[in-house]
């Protein structure tokens, strides 16, 4: 039996919250949960500064969850003893969760600017979740419902928090990146997906000051440019942050602040070193998925000329980076759907965006010519795209070579990432190989007839390297044996891997990567797989089971 503690406090003269229905909705989706016998709720409305100890040790709760007002480096609101606000800071809750750290596994901080106690908190406790910045209350509440439909369903901690912030985005609120998931074992590797912001003064400065102060890459300017807060931001995975500073310093460089853009003479004046410091910091710190080399790579791919603007190539590029979505339009009985550049405020700040998608500096509908130039410019200063240098650092015999492919594909970063445990790249680099194999990469999605005709020896190398080091839990087979099993029922198949829960279709960046997840989850074609708004629909997923799962290889 989990027991879930939930502590609310709405002091007088703060703003009212909705913390009753909070409460009521997380009742109901325990209520209504599969393995609802597993929980127990308790709240402590009201909640005293006083009362949290008393709570932590008469209940001894597995789960802690507070509802209320956060204000960042201040602190959690609670209450005094006359019902005004009580600001108890990150240490203080730190030192309190170190004393229950036998009992208490997850806490979730639904309150606004709470990820700086969830990162002191994630030093004792293995999942914590805080906000980012301020969340809205109908927002906190649908993340509230998410994440405790998917705990009460049986779902893992990091699969909720998915899933609860896909019920954000589902409800059509702009807030599903507010909630931020740190780990402490994340937390035991410094650098690593670590999410802080780099002007906190917490507690753990002084650990990722130390971390930061280690880093020992090459910032060389030609014009005197500080790269520091982007180096630091990129290390700390801010990928917001990076991209905001990016533009800042190329401003700087090229001496434009005052117009705020960068135009295409702008763009050939700046210096090859400092172009190469910026591109190579966000190749290494994005493990090779983002940057501007990556980018004119990208270019090249969907017919690109370098130096060159084309509108169809420009729209391709778009489509590639993910800069593009899909729009759906209906009137009375007619409906279709076109493709518009994104807003900047819809741009994937995470790693999980696809491939190019960072930098971003460039608004909603202009930019093509810039970008045209600055391909021209990589090409020019020699700056090339190097993969090889962001891998882990871990030593790896290869045991695949090119004699494995029939098209002479290199597998060697796919066992890589493989032996490293990094299953999102591993699937990424999947995806690209196969469109590499049928010669599909400027399609950026392999239709029926590629998947038929796959070249067996590359199939037969990519599933052995996954079963190799998932050691059996993932690969084609793995599908294959699931699929027969459930006697080629796409509907059954999607939910049996993982790939549709309650009910819904789960997109690429909702994946578990972890061998946490249902046998076959990976790798991944199945809705979203080549990124929004471009995906396998789930009506052909039976058809894409039947031509990739029907080889004899496997």
Not at 310 to 322: P, S
Not at 331 to 359: C, M, V
């Amino acid at each position: 039996m989990q027991k879930i503690l939930v502590l609310a406090a709405n002091p007088i003269g703060t703003s009212k919250l909705r913390l009753d229905e909070e409460l009521r909705e997380i009742q109901e989706a325990l209520r209504r949960a599969r393995k609802r016998e597993q929980f127990e709720l308790l709240s402590v409305p009201a909640v005293r500064y006083r009362d949290i100890q008393r709570a932590f040790s008469d209940n001894k709760p597995q789960i802690v969850h507070f509802s209320g007002h956060g204000s960042g480096e201040k602190g959690l609101v609670f209450e005094d003893e006359t019902g005004q606000e009580k600001f108890i800071d990150a240490q203080a809750l730190s030192e309190l969760f170190e004393l229950f750290v036998e009992d208490v596994k997850c806490v979730l901080l639904n309150a606004c600017f709470s990820e700086i106690q969830a990162n002191v908190i994630a030093q004792h406790i293995d999942y914590v979740i805080g906000m980012s910045q301020e969340i809205g209350d109908k927002a906190a509440i649908e993340f509230a419902v998410g994440f405790y439909d998917a705990l009460g369903g049986g779902e893992s901690v990091e699969r909720a928090y998915k899933l609860g912030c896909n019920a954000i985005r589902m409800a059509g609120i702009p807030e599903h990146l507010t909630p931020k998931l740190l780990l402490k074992k994340q937390l035991k590797t410094i650098g690593s997906n670590i999410n802080i912001p780099v002007s906190s003064n917490v507690a753990l400065d002084f650990r990722f000051n130390t971390f930061l102060k280690s880093l020992t890459d090459d910032l060389s300017s030609e014009r005197g440019i500080d790269y520091t807060r982007l180096r630091n931001f990129l290390a700390l995975d801010k990928w917001f942050d990076a991209d905001k500073e990016t533009l800042n310093v190329m401003l700087k460089v090229t001496q434009r602040e005052k117009e705020g853009w960068l135009d295409v003479q702008s763009i050939n004046d700046i210096p090859c070193i400092d172009l190469h410091t910026i591109d190579q910091l966000w190749v290494k710190y994005s493990n090779g998925r983002f940057g501007f080399s990556v980018q004119q790579r990208i270019w090249k791919s969907v017919g690109g000329k370098l130096g060159v603007y084309n509108d169809e190539v420009w729209i391709n590029f778009g489509e590639r980076l993910g800069w593009r979505t899909t729009r759906y339009h209906q009137i009375l009985f007619a409906s279709w759907t076109t493709r518009e550049w994104s807003y900047y405020s819809k741009i994937n700040f995470n790693q999980d965006a696809q491939e190019g998608h960072l930098p971003r500096m460039w608004d909603e509908w202009r930019g093509g010519l810039e970008v045209s130039a600055l391909t021209l410019k990589i090409e020019n200063c020699e700056i090339k795209y190097e993969p090889q240098k962001t891998l882990p650092n871990v030593e790896i015999k290869t045991s695949i070579s090119r004699s494995s492919s029939e098209k002479e594909v290199n597998y060697t970063r796919l066992e890589n990432f493989l032996a490293s445990g990094n299953w999102k790249y591993a699937d990424q680099e999947t995806r690209l190989i196969m469109l590499n194999i049928a010669q599909r990469e400027k399609e950026g999605w392999l239709d029926i007839n590629s998947i038929s005709n796959f070249k067996s020896t590359d199939l037969c190398t990519i599933n052995q390297l996954w079963m190799k080091y998932s050691d059996g839990h993932f690969g084609f087979s793995i599908q294959k044996s699931i699929w027969q099993d459930v006697e080629n029922n796409e509907q059954a198949f999607s939910y049996k891997v993982g790939w549709r829960i309650l009910g819904k279709s789960v997109y690429h960046h909702s994946l578990t990567f972890s061998l946490d997840a249902l046998p076959g989850h990976l790798p991944f074609w199945g809705r979203g797989w080549c990124g929004e708004g471009q995906w396998v629909q789930e009506v052909q997923i039976g058809q894409w089971a039947k031509a990739l799962l029907s080889h004899q290889d496997l």
